[in-house]
């Protein structure tokens, strides 16, 4: 894997850098990304594989460069109270749980949004920390789980 800079916006005490990121396997696959580091953590704008990821394989791209991305920062710590090190630092909120538990509890911030008449994609938002686009993934699974009426009627 390499990673070189891309560019890099400053705005009063925070930084958002774009890191290009080239992922290469021996049976001559690549993987181009064009990744942001920011405050909330790393984010992919933009992916050009060969062959084509699978959808389960593009969820976790950027699990996959994390660690690489935040050492060309320089924002990998080393463990010294055998903690996870820079990941537990900068997340201000524990994980979303996984799976059901985690389609549901969606389900219920997402209906409580809804009741009280504000957007219930920033409400989830906002409860789970991600994007608006991995949000609305996470919707349309609690959708499929059977936790939120589907998003259309079937005619």
């Known amino acids: 894997m390499s990673v070189w800079p891309a560019w890099e916006v400053r705005e009063d005490e925070g930084s958002t850098s774009w890191f290009n990121v080239r ?10 990304a064009l990744a942001v580091v920011g405050e909330g953590g790393v ?16 969820a976790v ?3 996959w460069i994390e660690d690489p991305l935040f050492e ?12 996870e090190g820079a990941t537990a630092s900068r997340r201000a909120r524990p994980p979303w749980p996984r799976g059901i538990e985690g389609r549901w509890l969606l389900a219920q911030e997402y209906r409580a949004a809804q009741e009280e008449g504000v957007d219930p994609v920033l409400a989830v938002m906002s409860a789970t920390g991600h994007s608006r686009r991995k ?17 259309h009627a079937r005619r």
């Open 61 to 63: 791209l950027a699990d």
């Open 23 to 32: 992922l290469e396997f021996a049976d001559g696959a690549r993987v181009d």
């Open 72 to 83: 060309a920062c320089g924002l990998a710590a080393e463990p010294t109270d055998g903690s």
């Open 135 to 151: 949000s609305l993934r996470m919707i349309s699974q609690a959708r499929d789980a059977g936790f939120l009426t589907p998003r």
């Open 43 to 58: 984010s992919v704008e933009d992916v050009r594989a060969q062959p084509a990821l699978s959808l389960d394989d593009l």
